[in-house]
């Protein structure tokens, strides 16, 4: 059996916030819509019926978790949640936190050419996150 690893491109694309007992999360750096990645910490896992039923059980709790925390912060018009793997077969779970009045509303989040947080940005969003996040889990 392998250890876990992050993807290489999810690593490239995503800043940490902190580590879940069983996902790690992770913030997407596009400054567009707060979206954070869940990867659960197993090796080898492309579909969530890859996990085993604990796991299941716990993911699907970490995706609440996330997105209870991602609704009192941001106040979106909608959570999206799901979990594609075309591009990353690497199970991971997207929480984005959509507006009505973003620039991509009313379609999908990804697809486009991100907006980069700028240093001085990743700071205050990482920081409720990881406050709220914190012990929670």
């Known amino acids: 059996?392998?250890?876990?690893?992050l993807d290489p491109t999810l690593h490239a694309d995503t800043i940490e916030i902190t580590t879940l007992p069983l996902c790690v999360a992770r913030l997407m750096n596009d400054r567009r819509f707060p979206w954070v990645i869940l990867v659960p910490s197993r090796p080898d896992v492309s579909e969530i019926i890859d996990?085993?039923?604990?796991?299941?059980?716990?993911?699907i709790e970490e995706v609440a978790l996330v997105s209870t925390v991602m609704r009192e912060l941001f106040r979106p018009t909608k959570l999206?949640?799901?979990?594609?793997?075309?591009?990353?077969?690497?199970?991971?779970?997207?929480?984005?936190?959509?507006?009505?009045?973003?620039?991509?509303?009313?379609?999908?989040?990804?697809g486009?050419?991100?907006?980069?947080?700028?240093?001085?940005?990743?700071?205050?969003?990482?920081?409720?996150?990881r406050g709220r996040l914190a012990g929670r889990a």
């Open 51 to 59: 996990l085993d039923t604990a796991d299941r059980a716990r993911l």
């Open 1 to 5: 059996m392998t250890a876990f690893a």
């Open 80 to 110: 999206n949640v799901g979990a594609l793997g075309n591009v990353v077969a690497q199970l991971h779970v997207h929480v984005i936190a959509r507006f009505a009045n973003d620039g991509a509303w009313p379609g999908p989040a990804w």
């Open 112 to 129: 486009t050419t991100p907006e980069r947080y700028r240093h001085d940005e990743i700071d205050r969003t990482l920081a409720p996150l």
